[in-house]
């Protein structure tokens, strides 16, 4: 093959002109950016978020672990086997309904295991009130002078207890997190003595004194019914850009390798992205599968339908050119019947073979021969049809 025959074949695959190889290109770098925009998020805490403030490394750690579940609603709680998940809910945007608790409510007391984690908004709140759980969020900038990751509001929580939430975990790293009022419910992780929370200091100083520094819970564990409640002063402990501060990775390990499914619940914030909702929502529902199997399936049909036509018409095309060649006397309608009837001459194959292999180089032999034998008989047909 010469230098140039290369350098053609390299450019303008398929024989393609060169508008139709940009126009190729450009659809398929569209195709590209749609998916990619469809299938990720730019909302804080989104486990599609991949960027600082997202959770999806902490969504790809819960599917590593076990089974993956997101719940767009909370009917996705009455799927699952209760004493077999873990439910998390990161900084609720929404107020939970009654209905919406109740859900949630009879998932925990069924055996199952919700991690609230929440800091200033007041939906965590009031879904824990609803629950029963007494455990509360105290809102204010969880502080500390002493042991922190660079400033007094990037806290390092350094007590720990053995609860099994927190075994081999030694600290917890917050970034403007908030403490707990613990109520009815256990600590299992306290800042440090050293700790203290924004404004309403004694004795009316604008910088905190002894007396307002001390330990603070910042992680409690409550039952309910036959379940438990995990309620967690910070969501940023979950996000991509602190999972690597100490000891976040190896807590949300302990968190999504608890029980055999994750489920994160994404009802009560803001929608997941569009591809992600279609797939999710093509999960769940065997009606709205079935109809996605039939639209892709006509669609199969369809294109490969076109593709036929518009494939069929140079091969015809090429055929008709080859055998004027080998025979530029046109025949009498008998004789193209007789001819129709007989095999076909070599020396038509071949010439009609090589003109295949020039207009169509990625071919191979055996692809070749097949389309032959189909023009061929198709050709052989047509006289007998009229």
Partial sequence: MSTDDQAKFEWRPFGWPLPRVVLIGLIGALVVAVVVVGSTSTVGFSPYNLEWDGTGEFRELADENGELVVGTTTERYETVEPP???????????????????????????????????????????LLADLGATTRFDGRVLRDDRHNTGVSALPIATNMSSHPFV?????????????????ESTP???????????????????????????????????????????????????????LD????????????????TTLFDQSHTSSPPVIVSVLLAVRTSPLVAAGSLVVAISAVLFVGSQHRKRIREPIRRAVSAVRSRVNPIAPTATADRKAAQQPQPLADREALKAQLRKQHPDWDDERIERVIRGVISHQSDEPNNE
């Avoid at 998932?107 to 295991?113: A, H, I, L, P, Y």
């Avoid at 970034?175 to 109520?183: D, I, M, S, V």
């Avoid at 440090?192 to 520094?213: A, I, K, W």
Wanted: hydrophobic letters at 30%; aromatic letters at 8%; proline letters at 5%.
């Fill in 84 to 126: 077999t998940t873990t439910a998390v809910v990161l900084a609720p945007t929404e107020q939970y309904d009654s209905e919406d608790a109740t859900r949630v409510q009879q998932f925990v007391e069924s055996g199952g295991t919700l991690v609230v984690a929440d800091n200033y908004g007041p939906h965590g709140n009031e």
């Fill in 167 to 183: 075994r081999d975990v030694e600290q917890l790293s917050f970034n403007y997190g908030t403490a707990l009022e613990a109520g």
């Fill in 188 to 242: 299992i992780v306290n800042s440090s003595s050293f700790s203290s929370l924004d404004g309403n200091y004694t004795d009316g100083e604008s910088q905190p004194t002894d007396s307002d520094r001390r330990q603070y819970p910042v992680v409690t564990v409550e039952s309910l019914g036959d379940g438990t409640v995990v309620v967690i002063g910070d969501p940023s402990v979950f996000i991509n850009s602190m």
């Fill in 245 to 260: 501060e100490p000891d976040n990775r190896a807590f949300a390990e302990r968190i999504a390798g608890h029980r055999t």
